[in-house]
């Protein structure tokens, strides 16, 4: 079980717009703006998306945007294109031991 | 361009010690500011952070795995290295290593081995 929770799927058709969940606590996501996320295509490793919550890494197209309210970090990638399908990852810094956690990831679909 | 290559065995046997290296180029090692981290992902699953290792040599492992880990870095070779030890079939994985910018960050992969623990 992972420490932050992400729904397992999400599907959206080219040109709309998505949002993906990252549920945690006030010990990782709610309590730090340490949270990034990364996206995954099969075979391949992840890639920086989005980190500090709403930053973006240089390169990364102005469609994926980053925000947090409580506990609840969420990605948002509008004018879904068919490159976009992939698995996405949250992840925090925790004040826990583990010092960092991972969301179980998201599978988006472009339909 | 910072680049990172995962290297090592891809088959142990049940007991016995992984052992990974991640070779850097493209940047030093050496560079303050950064961590150099061993990240693994079992097939189908998603990812799990193993720990990770300052330039300074400070180490930091999951306690999950902490009791079997160990991660040093040779910086004369610029590269750093996993040792996973009494290696069982849960630790079959894709195992990645990356650079880490800030708390749980990671901005630079290598590009993933699979390992295989089986006798």
């Known amino acids: 079980q992972s420490a932050l929770t992400q729904p397992a799927s999400v599907s959206g058709s080219p040109g709309q717009s998505i949002t993906i969940s990252c549920t945690g606590t006030?010990?990782?996501?709610?309590?730090?703006?340490?949270v990034s996320w990364y996206q995954q295509h099969p075979g391949k490793a992840p890639k920086l998306m989005i980190y500090?919550?709403?930053n973006r890494p240089s390169g990364v197209s102005n469609r994926f945007s980053g925000s947090k309210s409580g506990n609840t970090a969420s990605l948002t990638i509008s004018g879904l294109q068919a490159e976009d399908e992939a698995d996405y990852y949250c992840s925090s810094y925790t004040s826990s031991s583990t010092l960092g956690v991972f969301g179980g990831g998201t599978k988006l679909t472009v339909l | 361009q910072l680049q990172l290559q995962e290297s090592g065995s891809g088959l142990v046997k049940p007991s016995q010690t992984l052992s990974l290296t991640c070779a850097v180029s493209g940047g030093s090692i050496s560079s303050g500011g950064y961590s150099w981290s061993w990240i693994r992902q079992p097939p189908g699953k998603g990812l799990e952070w193993i720990g990770y290792?300052?330039?300074?040599?400070?180490?930091y492992y999951n306690p999950s795995l902490k009791s079997r880990v160990t991660i040093s870095v040779d910086r004369s070779k610029n590269q750093f290295s996993l040792k996973l030890s009494s290696v069982t079939a849960a630790d079959t994985a894709v195992y990645y290593c990356?650079?880490?910018?800030?708390?749980?960050?990671?901005?630079?992969w290598g590009q993933g081995t699979l390992v295989t623990v089986s006798s």
């Open positions: 990356a650079r880490g910018v800030v708390a749980a960050t990671w901005d630079y």
């Open positions: 500090e919550v709403s």
């Open positions: 290792i300052y330039h300074s040599g400070s180490t």
């Open positions: 006030s010990s990782d996501v709610g309590g730090y703006n340490y």
